[in-house]
């Protein structure tokens, strides 16, 4: 008999230690591991950056409340009572492309060393934390590779080593760290509607010859991306690429969420399959201005007030923020765009039209035959 197991084999979200990607300074004063931080994230502005250090004050008080303080040009500063725990870590960076972290009080799965003749004691230390160094930065023109550190890692000589004053070169390689992170993108066409109004399967109308599902997915997949179909349970659609709901009841709102928990490492091109006048202009349009550091990358007509939610790729990032809507009793996918980070695509109105009752399917159809 096969092991018992008690809970839900998920797909889990490929984080580091505490947050999707993150990297450790390590080898250096702690002033020197900020500075550094600083002159980085001054040069790297496209990204949204977080830095994760231990506090230096001696005589921290003992909090009873915690302090949220807004300021009106958008910053935040919030003093938190909690211990260190990996998982809530995870959530709270989870919108950061990249987390710096200090070596000296917590441990990364991905290192820079800093080559500080003072730190020679320090860094032996550390010596095991140092499992996957990605460059070394010399402090001083004089910095030494500590015999140690040869022993254990003979290559690191071979690793790439910047001078402290090459901030823009450390930041290119930085950057290149984040660039390896962006997630893949796959397809996810909508046809698990009721299509009430409708009073038939909005994806088997035919606007183009053939089922309106089958034009949908061949759309995406001319621009190479892996597709899939989104059904609900107890629709008899045999397919070998689909996603059967597991959040019921939901709608499209259900999809999205179906989709990250079989694939949370993606990023979702969702598509409607009521949309019939979508074409690879609009889809290509979408990859072309994808933007991963925002939450999604949606589609708006040019004489509309709000974004499209289900012509909209959704990034790995977005999964817990719908999960958050979900947990305060939302389950609209547009309430989430309106009010998270996102790039927004203008496109004419006529190309995003929802098709939903008879009369517009004809109106619609006599269109696309003219």
């Known amino acids: ?18 947050a999707p990607n993150e990297i450790a300074i390590v080898g250096t004063k702690c002033n020197e591991v900020s500075k550094l931080v600083q002159q980085v994230s001054e040069k790297l502005t496209n990204y949204k950056l977080a830095y994760f250090d231990a506090s230096h004050s001696k005589d921290e008080r003992k909090q009873n409340v915690e302090e949220f303080v807004f300021n009106a040009n958008g910053n935040i500063t919030i003093n938190s009572i909690g211990n260190l725990n990996k998982f809530n870590q995870r959530i709270q960076f989870s919108q950061y492309d990249f987390v710096f972290i200090n070596g000296n009080h917590y441990q990364a799965t991905k290192q820079i060393l800093v080559l500080d003749n003072e730190k020679e004691a320090s860094v032996l230390k550390r010596l095991e934390q140092l499992n996957n160094i990605q ?26 080593c910047y001078k402290v004053s090459e901030i823009d070169k450390i930041s290119k390689h930085i950057e290149n760290l984040i660039q390896e992170k962006i997630a893949a993108i796959q397809g996810l066409v909508l046809a698990g509607g009721k299509s009430t109004r409708m009073g038939t399967d909005k994806g088997t109308l035919y606007f183009y010859g053939k089922n309106q599902r089958d034009v949908a997915i061949e759309l995406l997949e001319k621009n190479h991306l892996k597709t899939y179909l989104s059904v609900r ?69 040019k004489g509309k007030q709000f974004p499209e939610p289900l012509i909209t790729l959704w990034e790995p990032k977005s999964y817990p923020l719908l999960l958050n809507y979900l947990a305060q009793g939302y389950s609209c996918p547009r309430k ?35």
């Not at 980070?341 to 109106?363: G, H, M, S």
Request: net charge neutral.
């Open 1 to 18: 008999m096969g092991k018992h197991q008690k809970h839900a084999k998920l797909g889990l979200r490929n984080n580091n230690n505490f």
């Open 135 to 160: 460059f070394v930065i010399k402090l001083t023109e004089d910095a030494k590779y500590f015999d140690f550190l040869l022993e254990k890692n003979p290559q690191i000589k071979n690793l790439k």
């Open 233 to 301: 349970k107890e629709q008899d659609i045999t397919i070998e690429n689909k996603i059967v709901d597991t959040f019921i009841g939901l709608g499209p709102f259900g999809a999205i969420c179906s989709a990250f928990q079989s694939n949370p490492n993606v990023a979702w091109l969702v598509l409607a399959t009521d949309l019939p006048f979508v074409d690879d202009k609009v889809i290509q349009k979408l990859l072309k201005y994808r933007n991963p550091s925002k939450a999604a990358t949606t589609i708006k007509g």
């Open 336 to 370: 989430v765009l309106i009010n998270s980070e996102v790039e927004i695509i203008e496109v004419e109105d006529d190309l995003i039209r929802n098709i939903n009752t008879p009369e517009e399917f004809k109106k619609a159809k006599k269109e696309i035959n003219e």
